[in-house]
């Protein structure tokens, strides 16, 4: 059964940096497209930036460039979103989320409908 945890959010003021962690258990990081995705108070879910664990295919979302990484440590079965100069706008809920197979097409387009697997939420709070 394939598990996501997510942890790593809280509160921080606008400029600050977080790290959040997915660890994935129930299999095997091969072939799978993980991502992040986030979801504001009276917004859509979007994708914020996903990776594929076999092809190291990234996508990040133009409001998360130059700000935000992705990584994979496939050892550790755990994908990282480092996310710098947060901004108030990034203030939502996040979650990880993950789909076997097609990971290049799955990462590259890093659509919410396309993953099957899905974590639970962390907070992600950025103060002005």
């Known amino acids: 059964e394939v598990q996501l945890q997510a942890s790593g959010g809280g509160l921080v003021q606008a400029g600050g940096s977080l790290r959040l962690s997915c660890a994935a258990s129930?299999?095997?990081?091969?072939?799978?497209?993980i991502g992040w995705f986030r979801q504001a108070p009276g917004k859509e879910r979007e994708g914020v930036s996903c990776?594929?664990?076999?092809?190291?295919?990234?996508y990040y979302a133009d409001s998360v460039k130059g700000r935000f990484t992705i990584s994979s440590d496939n050892d550790e079965n755990t994908v990282y979103l480092q996310m710098n100069s947060l901004k108030p706008e990034d203030t939502a809920v996040y979650s990880c989320?993950?789909?076997?197979?097609?990971?290049?097409?799955?990462?590259?387009?890093?659509?919410?409908?396309?993953?099957?697997?899905w974590g639970q939420g962390t907070l992600v709070t950025v103060s002005s």
């Open positions: 990776i594929s664990t076999s092809e190291g295919t990234t």
């Open positions: 129930g299999f095997i990081f091969d072939d799978y497209a």
């Open positions: 989320a993950a789909v076997h197979g097609g990971s290049y097409y799955y990462a590259s387009f890093c659509h919410p409908t396309d993953f099957a697997s």
